[in-house]
């Protein structure tokens, strides 16, 4: 991920695309919109005021010193961004895309301009139009007592970056339109490198290759099982059961759809069982899992 030019260490463009920088940007995003939820609930008299101290204090404005060299500083702005707009869609909580619209555009509008030798910058935000679209009803989406103080600052900040004409309209997000189409492009795990979009053609991937992305998915289950859950065990089961039976109701007890995709996961696990079994003992749940299949399917565990 680092090359050496002139005898300087040059970190190269893939670094920023891959798990390492982008897994780590996205929990500092997440952390920005927690303090900075903490510090509204105390103040929010000035909230825009509020949100600069905060990026200040945080460290942030310290990130377009990141990377110099022209080629991997294109790449990190690109990517900087684009993180900023994954927090901005739709599905999000109105709080939380208010504030990545606020970091979006502190980063954007304070890229260091009169250096020498002058830095890269970017001058447009790639942005789907859909998403752009949805920019416009952020603000209507801000009418609650608790929110209505964001609501003359995010208007402003979209006038803003509009009348600027910040954004480079693409097609919508769901065509993938975005460069690299999906981030992290490469995952890192302790063997190396794995790019996601460089798929191995069959009869190709060799049996190291299945067991470096069997570990990145056993450490992906690893860190979700060691989160804190959102809510008790029961409460949590009586909504799969819920969900479950709404489910079932929709697609029909009996579904051959059901039952295939059901067993695709079956050999899908065995596959998996058989590259990790010289390091694991055989996992006794497959057995429950292959009877739940052939009584209708893996929705009917908890029957």
């Known amino acids: 991920m680092a090359s050496v030019l002139r005898g300087n260490v040059v970190l190269q463009p893939s670094y920023f695309t891959s798990s390492i920088y982008v897994k780590a940007l996205r929990d500092d995003i997440t952390s920005l919109i927690h303090n900075f939820h903490e510090r509204y609930q105390q103040d929010n008299t ?6 600069k101290t905060l990026w200040d204090a945080q460290g942030w404005k310290w990130m377009h010193f990141k990377v110099f060299d022209s080629r991997t500083r294109d790449t990190f702005l690109n990517v900087t961004v684009r993180l900023f707009l994954e927090r901005m869609v739709k599905t999000e909580a109105p709080f939380t895309r208010t504030v990545a619209l606020f970091a979006l555009y502190t980063f954007f509008n304070t890229q260091p301009s009169g250096s020498a030798p002058p ?3 970017i001058s447009h935000i790639p942005i789907p139009i859909d998403q752009y679209t949805s920019l416009f009803s952020l603000p209507s989406t801000l009418t609650t007592p608790y929110l ?5 600052f995010v208007s402003y900040v979209v006038s803003t970056l509009v009348n600027m004409q910040a954004f480079h ?3 919508s997000s769901e065509l993938g339109s975005m460069n690299p189409r999906d981030l992290p492009r490469e995952i890192y795990v302790e063997e190396g490198l794995v790019d996601t979009n460089q798929p191995q053609r069959k009869g190709h991937q060799t049996k190291r290759d299945k067991v470096i992305k069997a570990r990145a998915a056993l450490d992906a289950v690893s860190r979700w099982l060691e989160e804190p859950p959102s809510s008790s065990p029961r409460q949590t089961l009586t909504e799969y ?4 039976t709404q489910l079932l109701q929709a697609i029909g007890l009996n579904s051959a759809a059901l039952r295939e995709a059901s067993q695709g ?15 694991v003992d055989v996992w ?3 057995e429950r899992l292959q009877s739940a299949c052939d009584s209708g399917g ?3 565990l908890l029957q």
């Open 119 to 121: 830095l890269c910058s």
């Open 46 to 51: 000035q909230p825009f005021t509020l949100f």
């Open 265 to 279: 996961v079956v050999e899908r696990l065995r596959e998996a069982q058989e590259t990790m079994e010289e390091e």
């Open 298 to 300: 893996m929705l009917r």
């Open 148 to 152: 209505a103080p964001l609501q003359p």
């Open 169 to 171: 309209l693409l097609p």
């Open 241 to 244: 059961r819920t969900q479950r």
């Open 284 to 286: 006794p749940g497959l």
